[in-house]
């Protein structure tokens, strides 16, 4: 989430030729890494047992959800060679948590289920230290969530009604929930924030339209849609560089997208025949993304865009030849290791894929794309008031 393809500053004048030089950079790099796939398991097995992997580290530790034989789904951490624990629930909780997010301290965010006059959800914060802590919620409210964290340990998410309204907010380790500015009688959730505090989430504004929002220095910054879309973007994650990724409404659907404040917004496509439904969920320092694509004959397809190629993590030599069916890459760490989720034996389970051998990547080609639609003037629209 160290290549140094995304520490290259580009030019905003990049001409034709190099968008064209761009689209010819051939899709070597993710093939020709062999790579090996791990089953994480589940808290302990049953009939209705399954994982649901959301972060991983750079250290290769995993955490999500996971049901085991008792039928509670509970936030999870899994270690390399230590297998999966289960980090509980808040007290007074319902045999309910969730873990997303996690940094390289192996602190990890989330959100448990509580005991209100309604029961209501509350983020937390775990660490093998301090266990797991409440983080609380916003006054009058009884929900919140923790989605992100950094290497600082300042973590973001949202808090509030959600049937009513959110708002985004970030707590640094040992401090209190501060909210992030919110249009009045809009709702906001903050989804990621980077090792320099820029956060990236969405607006939901009140004329129903939402977009994709940027928080840096005090300011809040909200994105556009790609070309066709009905006013809808969302951003999942942010790099180091602040490099944003998520989903745009575009003509019949909805497409993954990368965004940068001196390119704006690149369309990364759908899988061949697919039903225009393809997200990204996370992103690295070297500009690797991960997501989620559709295909003719399959809803769900785990997707690397690498070098301006979109690869189908399903049609990899070592997945097929272990009887996966490979639905969602959730995260990318900055070693290349990418956590989701998928299907083996017809059953859901979380999986780690690892690149046996990763090589340097050459400037990742939609980046010069980015960077080229200032040149060729990538249509914009302004966000509404």
Known sequence: MPCPSMRTRLHPAVTTLAILAAMLVPATAAHATAWTITDIGVLSEGPYAYSSATAINDLGQVVGISRGATGASRAFLWTPGQGMVD??????????????????????????????????????????????????????????????????????????????????????????????????????????????????????????????????GGTRTELPDLPGGADYSSAQAINADGLVVGGSGVANGGHAFAWTAA?????????????????????????????????TTQPNHALLWRDGQMIDLGLVPEVQAAGWQLEQAMDINNQGQITGIGRLGGQVRSFVLTPVASPVPEPAAWLLLAAGGLALTVRRRAAAA
Do not use: C
């Open 87 to 216: 980090l509980g629930d808040l007290p007074g909780g319902t045999d309910m948590s969730g873990a997303y997010g996690i940094n390289n301290a192996g602190t990890v965010t989330g959100g448990s289920t509580i005991v209100y006059s309604l029961e209501g959800t509350h983020a937390f914060r775990w660490s093998a230290q301090g266990g797991l802590v409440d983080l609380g919620a916003m006054p009058t409210s009884y929900y919140s969530v923790g989605v992100g964290i950094n290497a600082a340990g300042t973590i973001v998410g949202w808090t509030g009604l959600p049937a009513v309204r959110t708002t985004a907010f970030t707590q640094a380790e040992g401090g209190a929930m501060t909210l992030l500015t919110t249009p009045s009688g809009s709702s906001t959730q903050a989804n990621a924030i980077n090792d320099s505090g820029t956060v990236a989430g969405f607006t939901l504004k009140t004329n129903g339209t939402t977009r994709a929002t940027v928080w840096s």
């Open 263 to 295: 390119g704006g917004m690149v369309d990364l496509g759908d899988l061949d025949g697919g039903n225009v439904a393809s997200v990204a969920w996370s992103v690295n320092d070297a500009g690797d993304i991960v997501g989620t694509g559709s295909s």
